[in-house]
T-cell receptor, first 116, second 111 residues
């Protein structure tokens, strides 16, 4: 079946602009995660959605970052007033048994964000 | 807090050499442990996992054993190929939810 898809694959924006990144999880997966991969910081957790529960936002680096998940499926990560330090690859993942530590997360190809 | 530490790269090996990438973790409980791989230009893929002490995960000739006594999950392969060139990430998951990743180790295999 189809894997996790993300769009756009690349995004170049100017400092101060807002951007939206989209993630389509694997059908039937109840959990959705956003991570950020950057040269200086490695792979960092950003936010986690599980079903109808309140999302775990503990990894969001500032209030310029927000995310929503509509209808328990597609998710959008929004970065307002982008800064150059936001340049990174943003990865989305989904999983089917998120309450278990044994659960496998499946990753999308990522969106490469460049802030000029 | 929970954390994962990997050996630093880049690691450069000749084809058919033996590979070890060290990974140690700190966790308050008994996490599940994972190795993910990122091939050039591709997304993260699960390579193998182990969910309890003494479990051995294996895939594509790679192995890693969950050692609770040394809090380690070292990745090994007996004979690497050029196609194994990639970045390898060790990760843990303690209670479900987020993965905590090591910093990644870049492997380059030369013919």
């Amino acid at each position: 079946g189809a894997g996790v898809s993300q769009s756009p694959s690349n995004k170049v924006t100017e400092k101060g602009k807002d951007v939206e990144l989209r993630c389509d999880p694997i059908s039937g997966h109840t959990a959705l995660y956003w991570y950020r991969q950057s040269l200086g910081q490695g792979l960092e957790f950003l936010i986690y959605f599980q079903g109808n529960s309140a999302p775990d936002k503990s990894g969001l680096p500032s209030d310029r970052f927000s995310a929503e998940r509509t209808g328990g499926s597609v998710s959008t990560l929004t970065i307002q007033r982008t800064q150059q330090e936001d340049s990174a690859v943003y990865l989305c993942a989904s999983s089917s048994i998120p309450t278990s530590s044994t659960d496998t997360q499946y990753f999308g190809p990522g969106t490469r964000l460049t802030v000029l | 807090g929970d954390s994962v530490t990997q050996m630093e790269g880049p690691v450069t090996l000749s084809e058919e050499a033996f590979l070890t990438i060290n990974c140690t973790y700190t966790a308050t409980g008994y996490p599940s442990l994972f190795w993910y791989v990122q091939y050039p230009g591709e997304g993260l893929q699960l390579l193998l996992k182990a969910t309890k002490a003494d479990d051995k995960g294996s895939n594509k000739g790679f192995e890693a054993t969950y050692r609770k006594e040394t809090t380690s999950f070292h990745l090994e392969k007996g004979s690497v190929q050029v196609s194994d060139s990639a970045v390898y990430f060790c990760a843990l998951n303690y209670q479900g939810g987020k993965l905590i990743f090591g910093q990644g180790t870049e492997l380059s295999v030369k013919p």
